[in-house]
Every structure is written in structure tokens, then in C-alpha cells.
């Protein structure tokens, strides 16, 4: 077969072009330190390598976002505990106040201090995170949450809203709490029912709390438990202030101090000797806020002894304020298990991410060993091309004559 001059020229030329941008990509993929320059070098590599990148762009985000939620609960955490010891002590004050010895004067003292602490809790209902923003008003986070009004009755300006941020594939947390869970819908009473001295009582009867003795026989009705002495004789009887009707076996029964009077299904203790007329009422347990339970034991300190109104009010303001303690206790052990959650994501992302590099480092970054050595290989079949050509360019009919 014969070969033409201009063959043999073309092809050493775009054999010598090949090798030439071969030895150039290696010659950036080491100054680069990248494998895959373009697509084109390798393109089921450069696709692996574009979905790990997303991935790891994803888990770096969810890093970012889990620090997000984690600063505003950790936050939270600190200004709850700070409630808790709030509470304890308003707890104890109460328990400190019911002293038989205490005069007026002392009853009233506390109750000034109480207030004090009523208008710390109120500062802490309106904490704000590291931004500015109110840690327990919902979405409405530019808003001060909690709003005494002049005649004292607190009420809240927030919302329910909670802002879930993801934090891992499939997992969105609460960044905040409403502050209507934490400080304002607390049951009162036994969480069932509250029973309540009224307050022109004269006599010396104290209700107990009470307990629900048969869930199926609650009727969720209010009641009105009233006594009468006669003839040395004291006796009660129990209306259905709701269908406004007498309870059956429940007139003119004979009372003695430290009995338990039980019916439709709840029982409560009384103790002590209720004056003629004197009355107590039975009433499903209601939402009441934290802030209300504080301003009544505070205007039962600095209400005058009178009978039993004092130990009565008392008594019902400490139930009350376990009652709110409990709730913030529950709300810390949420915020507790969210944080550990994070704590868990957060070492379990930094482990996909750093595997994620890995992946993309060996898709895509330069092996510095192979790369060297080809280079080298490339040099010398270039230089061994380049006299080779120039060998065969000189040969010619023409040389010999």
C-alpha cells in the first residue's frame, strides 16, 4: 500500500496534537489538584460527583440549621430553670405564709415580695433569644408575648405558631414553644375538677383537692356544697349548680371534721367547722395561667384572717402553683429531648460529611502518584514522537541523489 508525504505529515501532526493535550490535562490536573476537569474526562464520575456535592451542600445546611435551632432551645432551656426556681420559691413563701403565728402584717409582707417575683416572671415570659426575638410568643417573635394590663390581669399577645426547622433528611424540630403551652393553659385543681372555698365564707371548713374516685361516673357538671347549722348539728348538701338540681342522696347529710364526701364519681376531704351558710363549689378544671395563680395568692396575703379564707386560698394557690411548676418541669424535659436529639444529628451529620468528602476527594481530586508518573510517561512518548517524525520527515527519493 502506498503512503503519500501528506499522510504521513498529517498523521504524525495529529499524533503529536494528541499527545500534546493529553500531557497538558495531566500537567492541570496537577497544578489544580482536580481529576476531573470537565465533564468530559470522565462523565459517570462527574455525575457521581455533582450528587455528592449536592449532598454534602445539604448536610452542611443541615448542620447550619440544627446550630439555628439549637442556640433558641438551649435559651429556653436557661430561662425555664430560671422559672423553676421562681416557682419553688413563690411555693415556699405560700407554705411559709399558712404559719398560724403570722399576724396581717406578715401576710402582707410576703405578698409584696410575691408581687416582686410575679413581675420577674412576667420579665421572663418576654426572654428573647440571641436576635431579638421573643423566645415564647409563637410566630409573632417582634412582639412582646406577655402584657400586664392596669388592673394587673396578664394576657398574652403571641400566637401557637412554632417554627419547625429540618434538621435532617425527614426531621424538622420546634425552634420555640408557645408561650400560651408554657405560662397560660395550666389546669387547675387536680387537673379533673377544683374545688374552691368562696370567698364570704365565715366558718373555719377547708376543702381538700380532691381525687377521681370512678372516671366513667364524672359528669363534668359544676357543684355547690353547702352547710347548715342547727341545733348544734352541722349537715351539707350537694347541688348540680349546672342542670340546677339537687344530687340525689345528697341533702341534709350529717358532717363531722376529716370526712370525705364523694359523689358522681369525685371525692374530696373537708376538714374543720364551715359556719352556717358557708359554701364551696365544684367545678371542672379550667385553664389558668401561671401569672393568675400568683396575683390570687398574692391577694389572699394581703386579705385580712378571716375564718378560713386564708388557709383555703392558700392552700388552692400552692396545688396551683405545683400545677405550674409540673407544666414547665414537662416543657424543660421537651426542650431537654430536642436538645439531645440535636446533639445526636450533629455527630451523626459531622460523620456523613466527612465521608461525603472522601467520596468527592476520590472522584474528583488528582492522585498526585499517577498523575507524576504519567506525566512522565507522556514526556518521553512526546519527545520519542517528536525525533521519530523528524526521522521519517527526512526521508526522500531526493536524499540519495
Given at each position: 500500500?502506498?503512503?503519500?508525504?501528506?499522510?504521513?505529515?498529517?498523521?504524525n501532526v495529529a499524533t503529536l496534537?494528541?499527545?500534546?493535550?493529553?500531557l497538558v490535562q495531566t500537567q492541570?490536573?496537577?497544578?489544580?489538584?482536580?481529576?476531573?476537569?470537565?465533564?468530559?474526562?470522565?462523565?459517570?464520575?462527574?455525575?457521581?460527583?455533582?450528587?455528592?456535592?449536592?449532598?454534602?451542600?445539604?448536610?452542611?445546611?443541615?448542620?447550619?440549621?440544627?446550630?439555628?435551632?439549637?442556640?433558641?432551645?438551649?435559651?429556653?432551656?436557661?430561662?425555664?430553670?430560671?422559672?423553676?426556681?421562681?416557682?419553688?420559691?413563690?411555693?415556699?413563701?405560700?407554705?411559709?405564709?399558712?404559719?398560724?403565728?403570722?399576724?396581717?402584717?406578715?401576710?402582707?409582707?410576703?405578698?409584696?415580695?410575691?408581687?416582686?417575683?410575679?413581675?420577674?416572671?412576667?420579665?421572663?415570659?418576654?426572654?428573647?433569644?440571641?436576635?431579638?426575638?421573643?423566645?415564647?410568643?409563637?410566630?409573632?417573635?417582634?412582639?412582646?408575648?406577655?402584657?400586664?394590663?392596669?388592673?394587673?390581669?396578664?394576657?398574652?399577645?403571641?400566637?401557637?405558631?412554632?417554627?419547625?426547622?429540618?434538621?435532617?433528611?425527614?426531621?424538622?424540630?420546634?425552634?420555640?414553644?408557645?408561650?400560651?403551652?408554657?405560662?397560660?393553659?395550666?389546669?387547675?385543681?387536680?387537673?379533673?375538677?377544683?374545688?374552691?372555698?368562696?370567698?364570704?365564707?365565715?366558718?373555719?371548713?377547708?376543702?381538700?383537692?380532691?381525687?377521681?374516685?370512678?372516671?366513667?361516673?364524672?359528669?363534668?357538671?359544676?357543684?355547690?356544697?353547702?352547710?347548715?347549722?342547727?341545733?348544734?348539728?352541722?349537715?351539707?348538701?350537694?347541688?348540680?349548680?349546672?342542670?340546677?338540681?339537687?344530687?340525689?342522696?345528697?341533702?341534709?347529710?350529717?358532717?363531722?371534721?376529716?370526712?370525705?364526701?364523694?359523689?358522681?364519681?369525685?371525692?374530696?376531704?373537708?376538714?374543720?367547722?364551715?359556719?352556717?351558710?358557708?359554701?364551696?363549689?365544684?367545678?371542672?378544671?379550667?385553664?389558668?395561667?401561671?401569672?393568675?395563680?400568683?396575683?390570687?395568692?398574692?391577694?389572699?396575703?394581703?386579705?385580712?384572717?378571716?375564718?378560713?379564707?386564708?388557709?383555703?386560698?392558700?392552700?388552692?394557690?400552692?396545688?396551683?402553683?405545683?400545677?405550674?411548676?409540673?407544666?414547665?418541669?414537662?416543657?424543660?424535659?421537651?426542650?431537654?429531648?430536642?436538645?439531645?436529639?440535636?446533639?445526636?444529628?450533629?455527630?451523626?451529620?459531622?460523620?456523613?460529611?466527612?465521608?461525603?468528602?472522601?467520596?468527592?476527594?476520590?472522584?474528583?481530586?488528582?492522585?498526585?502518584?499517577?498523575?507524576?508518573?504519567?506525566?512522565?510517561?507522556?514526556?518521553?512518548?512526546?519527545?520519542?514522537?517528536?525525533?521519530?517524525?523528524?526521522?521519517?520527515?527526512?526521508?526522500?527519493?531526493?536524499?540519495?541523489?
Amino acid at each position: 500500500m502506498r503512503i503519500s508525504s501528506n499522510t504521513i505529515f498529517d498523521n504524525n501532526v495529529a499524533t503529536l496534537g494528541a499527545q500534546q493535550a493529553r500531557l497538558v490535562q495531566t500537567q492541570q490536573q496537577i497544578a489544580s489538584g482536580r481529576r476531573l476537569l470537565t465533564a468530559a474526562s470522565d462523565p459517570v464520575a462527574a455525575t457521581r460527583a455533582l450528587d455528592v456535592t449536592q449532598a454534602d451542600a445539604i448536610n452542611t445546611q443541615q448542620t447550619a440549621n440544627r446550630g439555628t435551632v439549637k442556640d433558641p432551645l438551649s435559651i429556653s432551656e436557661s430561662t425555664l430553670a430560671s422559672v423553676t426556681l421562681l416557682l419553688q420559691d413563690v411555693r415556699t413563701a405560700a407554705v411559709s405564709a399558712g404559719n398560724a403565728t403570722l399576724t396581717n402584717a406578715d401576710r402582707a409582707t410576703i405578698g409584696k415580695n410575691l408581687n416582686g417575683r410575679l413581675q420577674e416572671l412576667i420579665g421572663l415570659a418576654n426572654s428573647t433569644d440571641g436576635s431579638g426575638n421573643a423566645l415564647y410568643a409563637g410566630f409573632q417573635s417582634k412582639t412582646t408575648p406577655f402584657v400586664a394590663s392596669t388592673s394587673g390581669v396578664v394576657s398574652y399577645q403571641g400566637d401557637d405558631g412554632q417554627r419547625l426547622v429540618q434538621v435532617a433528611p425527614g426531621r424538622q424540630i420546634a425552634a420555640n414553644d408557645s408561650g400560651a403551652d408554657v405560662f397560660m393553659r395550666i389546669k387547675d385543681g387536680n387537673g379533673t375538677f377544683a374545688t374552691q372555698a368562696l370567698a364570704t365564707n365565715t366558718g373555719g371548713g377547708i376543702i381538700g383537692t380532691g381525687s377521681v374516685l370512678n372516671p366513667a361516673a364524672l359528669t363534668g357538671n359544676a357543684y355547690s356544697v353547702s352547710f347548715a347549722v342547727a341545733a348544734g348539728a352541722t349537715t351539707y348538701s350537694v347541688t348540680n349548680t349546672t342542670t340546677g338540681l339537687a344530687v340525689a342522696g345528697m341533702t341534709a347529710q350529717p358532717y363531722t371534721s376529716g370526712q370525705s364526701i364523694s359523689f358522681d364519681g369525685l371525692q374530696f376531704n373537708m376538714q374543720g367547722a364551715p359556719a352556717n351558710g358557708d359554701s364551696f363549689t365544684v367545678k371542672p378544671s379550667a385553664n389558668q395561667s401561671v401569672f393568675k395563680t400568683l396575683s390570687d395568692l398574692i391577694t389572699t396575703l394581703s386579705t385580712p384572717l378571716s375564718g378560713a379564707n386564708v388557709s383555703n386560698g392558700l392552700a388552692s394557690g400552692i396545688v396551683n402553683v405545683d400545677n405550674a411548676l409540673s407544666n414547665v418541669l414537662n416543657m424543660r424535659s421537651s426542650i431537654g429531648a430536642r436538645l439531645n436529639e440535636i446533639d445526636s444529628l450533629q455527630a451523626s451529620g459531622d460523620s456523613i460529611g466527612v465521608q461525603l468528602k472522601q467520596s468527592l476527594s476520590a472522584l474528583q481530586d488528582t492522585d498526585y502518584n499517577k498523575a507524576i508518573s504519567d506525566l512522565n510517561q507522556q514526556q518521553t512518548t512526546l519527545q520519542a514522537a517528536q525525533k521519530s517524525f523528524a526521522q521519517v520527515s527526512n526521508l526522500s527519493m531526493f536524499t540519495y541523489m
